[in-house]
């Protein structure tokens, strides 16, 4: 039995040395979420990082689903108002005013310019709150905690007026299809133009402390870029899409709300990285505050509902008892729901996180024969996979809080 | 040694400890509420005690000021379920939390407090528990075993995150002890000038910064140590291991009930030890002011302030004072600035510290030897 050994010479062991790789390593795969500070609410990230790096990203979503789509189709219009609430939670009266809008356009309604006002108003104050948390969180995500404590006490005085005018401070079904619920309060608009006042103080100090900071450009400059084409074949909208370039804006390509009526300026990015994304909110908070000042300049008077929504208003209590009419109406709306004509529409409105559209098939009657949701927030969702590969861990809870999402929405 | 000798050393310590230890706890509360005054927001200021809480102005007064607090805090961590997964490598597990905290209540031995002069024989005394000769090297050596805990608790936890934190600290911490200890070598080639006898001790820088602080004569090594420290204790701009918002606390987010409060009061413990240390070596140590000392002001005034147990008491609150402004400089520079990146932070302490303080020691090194070369 022979018990030679052959050395290998020097020449094949440098080759297999070459071959082999110098440690063994594998890639560790881990979940983000559903529960993460960075995520914002209930999204599941399942990350394959090589070391640091991220080489594959997959958003896994539906934990706040809700089949929101499916139950409107088992209600009445009216009902599904308070719904749309609980879309972008960050800014249920941008949604309630969406969803109203696509109704009407159904049902063929025109608003008089009052309630046109108050709801372009009430949008912008959305915008602000929504971008105030959006830009609060992003920072608290790169790791500066005291800008989301500055923009969160601005955002509390917004929720104080919505409380005011709404009854409620976060979901607030205030929008009626064809109205609104109630007049603006006495003295309102003024404490409104207050708020504006106070904020933009508010927007130039998280200006001074993030726009030339150092270590925050480090952190969001040339991370998470999406180009122009990225963005628009992914189906952003909103700041999102801004950011990257392309000068949509809703509000000025397909005014609603009479917003051709109002001076503001559209914030276009140039790359598309987190720092741009940041930039566009920042200015899009001063453009409210102008038009949110031009409205109330200009509010006009009149009725605050369409003359012929008041079949689909319920009537008021104290005539439901004693009149015959308004008891017939109350029966009607709540058994069979305000009656809408045969047709499809589509509406999208330019809400803080993009468009959100809502596609209505009607086959006449009170109740949606479909309702589509377009959720902005699930198209910016989407990029996700493309944008995460390459970047390190912690530049994933930079692109989160720059994409700005609502799971809320996102799931619906 | 005798006995009593040893049961004094040993209530010395034990009076260090707990000194610390109210530090530790009350720069939680100071964290608390330094924060909350930068964000605009009240902090902490409705835990109160039973008896002392009740106390007519006082009582309610503290109670604003949240003083009770941190008693609130450490009971939370006492009685809450401690909780050591199944997964976990017990031992490692366990001794983890106990590294955390011990080299800071180490170090603290070796740090000189303060110094008088003894009314009785005229000898200077220095406030320190241990004088030891190596100083300085002595708390390098013991804080660098901090790195242990945090190497031990990411691996010991058998956990993604908290493995993920381990990687982040073990190797932050090790490139910038580099840059600590380049950056603090051009003090200690001042101190020995030569002629005096070679020395590391922290007592002797102090003296030797009489006259001019260190930061006004070597402001790039203190800028440099200062940054060190930062990223020694794990606090913002550094605090890669635990980043909150991508590793969800890190390395300690298997540990709950005391063991977190361990990692927890040791960094607040590795914090007051890099403020101590800042203070001696670059801000003149329990000297009141730069070219003013306690012996000058006794001179021009004719008190006795650097004498007998005044002396040690003033001395002493001079340190302290400047201890608590760098623990509120800490504090400050946490909510004031967002964090830098894994890779960010790597390559600041090597592409940018660590040439930065080598160029200083060079260059002071050159500097100090023509001084003397022209002195002599």
Redesign the interface.
Known sequence: MSTEYTFPDNAARSAAAADAPEFETEK?T?NMGPS???THGVLRLLLELDG?TVTRCDPVIGYLHRGDEKIAENMTYNQFVPYTDRLDYLSPLANNVAYAIAVERLAHLEVPPRCQAIRALICEMARISSHLLGLGVY????????VF??TF?EREKLYTLFEELTGARFTTSYTRIGGLARDIPEGWLGRVARFCDGVLPVVDEIDA??TR?R??L??TEGIGVISKEDAIAWGLTGPNLRASGVPLDLRKDKPYCGYENYEFDVPVGTKGDCYDRYLVRLEEIRQSVRIIRQIIANMPDGPWYAEDAKKIFAPPTDKILTSMEELIQNFMLVTEGPQMPAGEVYFEAENPKGALGFYIISRGGGVPYRLKIRAPSFCSLSILPKVAVGC??????AILGSLDFVMGECDR | MNATDILIRFGLGLIVIVVVMTVCMYSVLAERKVSSWIQGRLGPNRTSIPLLGNIPVIGRFLTRLGVFQPLADGGKFLFKEDVIPAHVNKVYFVLAPVIAFVPALVTISVVPFGAYIDAATGAARTVILANVDVGILLIFAVASLGVYAIILSGWASNSKYPFLGGVRASAQMISYELSMTLAVLPVFIWVNAPGTPGTLSLVRVVEAQADWWFVLTQPVAAVVFIIAIFAETNRLPFDMPESETDLVGGYHTEYSSFKFGFFFVGEYANMTVGACVIALLFFGGWHPLPFVTWGDIAAWTGLPVNVGALGAVLAVGTFAAKVLFFLFFFIWVRWTVPRFRYDQVMRIGWRGLLPVAIANLVIYAILIALLERAGA
């Open positions: 560790l881990i993460h500070p960075s640091e920072a608290m995500d790169t790791g500066a905690m005291t404590l500055y006490t402390l993030l900071n270590i925050f480090d952190r390190m861990v912690a530049d994933l809870s």
